[in-house]
């Protein structure tokens, strides 16, 4: 089988699960909104990304898809992406400056809209490629940490073009960070290491919502969890949780599994990996490679070597082995196929009502980060219930009347 025919059949796959995003281009058909829209897409370029550049395209953008970080593109989706006639500049890599070669590469494209997955492309074009804001309309951003980079580019007084935090939709961050983390994060450390989780000590570092859905599925796996967070008030809930919490200093001697989930970066260093079990195995589903210090690691290591695919193991002076998946980056994407097909339909359908809200709204939205309105999160909720068969009830006019009194 060739890389186009194992792409298309991925790529078919996907489709068949994503009934939201195709509800919504039929609808969107009549309106021709996109038509002849230049769109680039910088999202982790696997089946269900490549589904929601497919989507624009037959919609009428002219869309450019590229990857979000080198190690997650895969070349067989890139290929059946070029064979329904979507431009991509992607390729899978380990180099950066080939990653940012794709990156320039699809700006070329001279973007009115951006799809953006960690803020890469929305920083570029705010630095280096500054003439391409000239025509740029607005950016939609699909995760925690490009709208941190975001909020930081408005804060600077840098921010040029309006952008969305998508992420900042509860029918992404309920569904996406916690129950698609929670589930890809343990198909990635699973299917690399074929280890049983059953048993074992798992340390979470991180509660936000895609540490919580770590946490939980861990649970579920039989592990025995311990949380460490630097938000007093996330850690409190961690333990209401029924997880144990504590300092990572603490917990680095007892893990056996490792899962950092914090967007900050040296979360776990040099003084952790000193008291770490032989054996102790390291993941990173942040988005990127500096959760884990994979210099100090390399610092101690006395050699190193592949163990297995995905899995990079290191010898320490004593003896002890330490294993890090994915290189430190995410891996959920880096070692496996990335979040559960329907929790992307949900994610990516926001993505397209978002280019869509962009593009009608273009000139009226002030350039800060903006929050999808309420009513296009809602619609995606009730259009996901009533895909699946789900009934919901309804307030009467009475009802509503009582709720908006003050009234006992």
């Known amino acids: 089988m060739d890389l186009k025919e194992l792409g298309m059949q991925k790529l078919l796959w996907a489709k068949k699960y994503m009934k939201l995003l195709k509800s919504f281009e039929e609808e969107l058909k009549e309106r021709s909104t996109l038509e002849g829209v230049r769109v680039v897409v910088s999202v982790h370029l696997e089946a269900k990304t490549a589904n929601l550049a497919w989507t624009l395209h037959r919609l009428g953008a002219d869309v450019v898809a590229t990857g979000s970080n080198p190690l997650s593109t895969q070349d067989e989706i890139v290929e059946a992406l070029k064979e329904q006639g979507v431009k991509v500049s992607a390729w899978h890599t380990h180099s950066m400056d080939e990653y940012m070669e794709q990156l320039n590469r699809a700006l070329n494209h001279r973007p009115q809209l951006i799809i953006d997955d960690g803020a890469d492309l929305s920083v570029l074009v705010h630095t280096e490629r500054k003439e391409v804001l000239q025509e740029l309309v607005g950016i939609s951003e699909e995760t925690t940490t490009g709208v941190r980079r975001d909020r930081a580019l408005e804060k600077d007084g840098i921010l040029q073009v309006p952008v969305i935090a998508v992420n900042d939709s509860k029918m992404k961050y309920l569904f996406d960070n916690r129950y698609g983390t929670g589930q890809s994060t343990w198909d990635g450390i699973i299917r690399n290491t074929n280890i049983t989780v059953a048993g074992k000590t798992v340390v979470v ?7 919580r859905g770590v946490a939980m599925r861990a649970r579920g796996l039989g592990a025995r969890v311990v949380v460490t ?13 029924g997880f144990q919490v504590m300092r990572m200093d603490d917990a680095a001697s007892l893990g056996d599994i490792f899962v950092t989930t914090t967007g900050g970066k040296d979360v776990i ?4 990996f000193e008291k770490m079990k032989d054996g102790a195995i390291l ?11 994979v210099e100090d690691l390399e610092s101690l290591a006395s050699k190193s070597y592949t163990s297995r695919p995905n899995v990079t193991t290191y010898v320490l002076s004593d003896g002890r082995e330490i294993h890090l998946l994915a290189e430190g980056r995410l891996v959920n994407l880096a070692a496996a196929d990335g979040h559960p097909i329907e929790i992307m339909d949900l994610s990516f359908s926001l993505q397209l009502l978002s280019a869509v809200y962009l593009w009608e709204n273009k000139g009226k939205l002030e350039p800060k980060v903006h929050t999808l309105p309420n009513s296009i999160d809602e619609k995606v909720a009730r259009r996901f219930l009533e895909i699946y068969g789900h009934g919901l009830d309804e307030l009467t006019e009475e009802q509503k009347k009582y709720l908006e009194s003050a009234g006992a």
């Open 205 to 211: 570092a991180g509660y936000g919502w895609c540490g």
């Open 229 to 241: 967070e630097v938000d007093p008030v996330k850690a409190a809930e961690a333990v209401m949780d």
């Open 269 to 272: 260093t040099k003084r952790h």
């Open 283 to 293: 993941a990173n589903a942040g988005h990127f490679n500096v959760e884990i210090s």
